[in-house]
């Protein structure tokens, strides 16, 4: 126990103890207190955001970039509520997050105070866990909990709400040790039974498939996986929040399944007799219509979470444990397989699916009036920005380009929201991870409509000098709906048209934000001016790529249908087992 200090100082200096480095927030007054020592920490970077909901995915991609636990921090209220999307989203992707959030007075809790809001029962079910404080004393072990339970099993957000009073008053600081939660207890190793009849099950399947999730991003698994891939010859899905967890350029590399997925992975799955699921969850946008997915085949599921097991799809083998010791795991298990003389003969279906590959390539075609395809422009910044950059997507149809047209190859290189979905997520997002690797190349592939949510923390990049690089692919709409739109209510375009080539003028208001505003309409342009923003580095980057409207993603499922539905191109349907 040390001298008397404020709980606001046991505060700052618990989250030095956790190791933190940055706090993306922003003050109001029940947060307050905390704000003044936070001025004197020598460890504790703080960047002021222009929005709460900034502040918590600029958390998110810094922990994404990283594999460190991202913070931020809000008042109570209003400032506490706006981090909500991002706790959400946070959950959904299983980024470890801590959100600090000011909390009114002890004595004012349940009254409806200025700014009361009871962000406890808010976040109750999208939080791993999390924390009221009204006594300055548990401030140490609360936060010490807190980054104790995000980081470690299924990582997730968790946040600790402390009382303005608490914040105000004396008490005395005492670190823990360790951590002790009755209760919490994540297996992390598997168990030796269930790894060697996986493996077992491994050799014996004639149509095996990997289906790895973002679970193998999150264990740092990808080194094994390559190990277990090569090992046994099987192929590999890498799903959505899996971009980059095994190489794009490898020849088992079938690329994404589900809604826009490759025409290989998809039928990969469905055609197999044997899914080994590495850190997956089944999600719908993987499975298309759950009772036609995958027919024919057995399940291994293995994951952190044994809430995931068995929830959308029965395992014929469930693994509870930590992707990372897994895999390793399994390839000693198939090792042993294979040193007594029992390895899978996949030669057949090695070959089925690399006809797949070469029948329904990825592809797309230039807008016959010269006007510029999106498609094109995210697979050349891909091919000029490098593997090692990071590439931070919106969501809708530039975030499916940006995951189909880039190749990843390293983990860590793709970073977007999975399964909540945010639309205003790339940049900051983007600017997260670049306070995370200052020395990488990041990028965020936005669009138009999710650009106008969040473009204000371009302000925040200026003034702190992170100069991140926005690719803003401008269709002037909503472009996922509109899509949909176009395929399922008759071309009844309601409310999607932006006008985004008018208004607002991109380049100016690049400019107005103390950034580069850079504008290209044609393809002959592109090249160029992707160069020009690599080799400028004093400032933020936006490129207002102007392109065609009516572009589309392919291949795609619809939502609710079988995955045997899936569409190369309008109204073209792939044959599964076409031979040529």
């Known amino acids: 126990m040390t001298d008397q200090i404020t709980g606001a100082q046991s505060l700052v200096r618990s989250l030095e103890r956790a190791g933190v480095d940055v706090v993306f927030g922003i003050p109001g007054g029940a947060i307050l207190p905390a704000y003044d020592p936070l001025m004197d920490s020598t460890q504790v970077r703080h960047i002021l955001t222009r929005h709460e ?71 109750m079910p999208i939080t791993k866990h999390n924390f009221l404080v ?29 009382a303005k009073d608490a914040l105000q008053a004396r008490t005395g600081f005492a670190w823990p040790e360790q951590i002790d939660l009755p209760g919490y207890r994540p297996v992390t190793r598997p168990h030796a039974k269930q790894v060697r009849e996986a493996a077992r099950m491994i050799v014996e399947a004639k149509r095996p498939v990997l289906y790895v999730g ?45 809604m826009h997925g490759t025409v290989a992975a998809v039928g990969a799955l469905q055609k197999s007799d044997l899914i080994i699921a590495l850190g997956a969850r089944f999600d719908d946008r993987v499975t298309g ?58 030669a057949e279906w090695v070959a089925q699916l690399d006809r797949m590959k070469a029948t329904y390539p990825l592809g797309y075609d230039h807008p016959a009036d010269g006007t510029l395809s999106p498609q094109y422009v995210i697979e050349r910044l891909g091919q000029i920005a490098g593997p090692e950059a990071v590439i931070a997507a919106g969501v809708g149809q530039h975030q499916m380009w940006a995951a189909q047209f880039i190749g990843y190859e390293l983990p860590g290189t793709w970073l977007n929201s999975g399964g909540a979905g945010t639309m205003g997520y ?3 997002a983007a600017m997260g ?3 995370g690797r200052p020395d990488a190349n990041v990028w965020a592939v936005d669009g138009d409509g999710c650009f106008q949510m969040t473009n204000q923390e371009l302000v925040t990049c200026a003034i702190n000098e992170i100069p991140i690089k926005v690719a803003l692919i401008n269709n002037s709409s909503l472009g996922m709906v509109r899509q949909w739109q176009t395929l399922f209510y008759e071309s009844r375009y309601s409310n999607t048209d932006l006008h985004s080539h008018r208004i607002p003028d991109f380049v100016k208001l690049a400019d107005a934000y103390g950034c580069h505003g850079l ?6 342009q592109v090249d160029a001016t992707i160069e020009k923003a690599m080799g400028l580095d004093d400032a933020p980057v936006v490129i207002d790529f102007v392109v065609h409207k009516d572009a589309m993603v392919w291949p795609m499922v619809a939502a609710g249908a079988s995955n045997d539905d899936i569409k190369f191109a309008r109204d073209l349907a792939p044959t599964w087992d076409r031979e040529e």
């Open 53 to 123: 909901q900034g502040a918590g995915h600029a958390a998110e991609g810094y922990a994404a970039a990283t594999g460190r636990v991202g913070v931020c921090m809000a008042t109570s209220g209003p400032g506490a509520t706006n981090l909500v999307t991002p706790i959400a989203d946070a959950y959904m992707d299983s980024v470890p997050i801590v959100a600090i959030t000011g909390q009114v007075p002890s004595a004012a809790i349940g009254t409806d105070a200025f700014q009361e809001a009871d962000i406890r029962g808010i976040t």
């Open 134 to 162: 009204t006594d300055p004393a548990e401030i140490p072990s609360a936060v010490a909990a807190a980054f104790h339970i995000a980081a470690t099993g299924r990582p997730g957000p968790v946040l600790v709400d402390i």
């Open 214 to 258: 973002g679970g193998v991003i999150r264990a740092g698994a990808h080194a094994e996986l390559r190990r277990l891939a090569e090992l046994t010859g099987i192929p590999v899905t890498t799903t959505l929040m899996a971009r980059g967890a095994f190489p794009d350029s490898h020849p088992l590399h079938l690329g994404m399944p589900g």
């Open 289 to 346: 219509r759950l009772d036609t997915f995958a027919p024919d085949a057995a399940v291994i599921h293995a994951d952190i979470d044994p809430a995931e097991i068995g929830k959308n799809r029965t395992a014929d083998v469930p693994i509870v444990g930590d992707a990372r010791e897994v895999i390793a795991d399994l390839v000693a298990a198939v090792t042993a397989e294979h040193e007594a003389g029992r390895a899978g003969d996949y």
């Open 426 to 428: 790339a940049v900051p």
């Open 433 to 435: 991870a670049k306070v």
């Open 519 to 524: 504008r290209c309409e044609s393809p002959e």
